[in-house]
């Protein structure tokens, strides 16, 4: 049974940096497509970055460009996401999903149908 298991969620401060991790166990298809989603209370899911594992191929929301780095260490089947200058607004339960066999589309790695597998969420909460 494949997982994905989110960790590195907390509370900072305004100004403030955090690394969430996806790992990935169980059956799993070296290529695929692994995003991070977020929701916040009272809002929809909005897709905040996607990685091409084996690919350089990144994509972000405009929202984080510039704060956010997506990462994949394939040896480990982990999916980092690297959150500098948080803010406030970054606030959100934050999910990662997996597309399997597939690169990240650059016009739907955004939409959270296009993903198969989904963890369970790690909470970031930013105080200004």
């Known amino acids: 049974q494949v997982q994905l298991v989110e960790s590195g969620g907390g509370s900072v401060q ?3 940096s955090l690394r969430l991790s996806c790992e990935v166990s169980g059956y799993t298809v070296s290529r695929r497509c692994m995003g991070w989603f977020r929701q916040a209370l009272g809002k929809e899911r909005e897709g905040v970055a ?30 980092y996401l690297q959150m500098n200058s948080l803010k406030p607004e970054d606030t959100a339960m934050y999910y990662c999903a997996a597309s399997w066999g597939v690169p990240c589309s650059s016009t739907y790695w955004w939409y959270g149908a296009s993903y198969n597998s989904w963890g369970q969420g790690t909470q970031v909460t930013v105080s200004s």
């Open 50 to 79: 996607a990685i091409s594992t084996g690919e350089s191929n990144t994509y972000y929301a405009d929202s984080v460009t510039d704060r956010f780095t997506i990462s994949q260490d394939n040896a480990n089947n982990t999916t």
């Open 14 to 16: 305004a100004g403030g």
